[in-house]
């Protein structure tokens, strides 16, 4: 069992940052693969970020390319979402999931996932 906790979700202008973060307890981290996924208001939730369980390998959507970057650090269990030059349609509710990979790779699919956290609101101002 992985426990998951997302944090640093807030109101932030147009063109600001944030730095999210996952913070995971329980069986080892290092053996789970990691993604960060979205939901606003009236859609479904979405795929954002990836992170293979070494931290080699990421996957960012075509949508936040650019702009987010996820990294990981297995030794304080804590995975990172930075958002840089957020939009209004950024705007939802983040949240982290983990998946235990039996070899280093990315998944996108929420279906692939075992384990989520409860969210935190992100919400960019125009």
């Known amino acids: 069992q992985v426990q998951l906790v997302e944090s640093g979700g807030g109101l932030v202008q147009a063109g600001g940052s944030l730095r999210l973060s996952c913070v995971a307890s329980?069986?080892?981290?290092?053996?789970?693969?990691v993604g960060w996924f979205r939901q606003a208001p009236g859609k479904e939730r979405e795929f954002v970020a990836a992170?293979?369980?070494?931290?080699?390998?990421?996957r960012i959507a075509d949508s936040v390319k650019g702009r987010f970057t996820i990294t990981r650090d297995n030794a304080k269990n804590t995975v990172p979402l930075q958002m840089n030059s957020l939009k209004p349609e950024d705007t939802a509710v983040y949240y982290c999931a983990a998946k235990y990979a039996h070899y280093s790779g990315t998944y996108t699919s929420m279906k692939a996932y075992d384990y989520w956290g409860q969210g935190t609101q992100v919400t960019v101002s125009s």
């Open positions: 329980g069986r080892t981290f290092s053996n789970y693969a």
């Open positions: 992170i293979s369980w070494s931290g080699g390998t990421t």
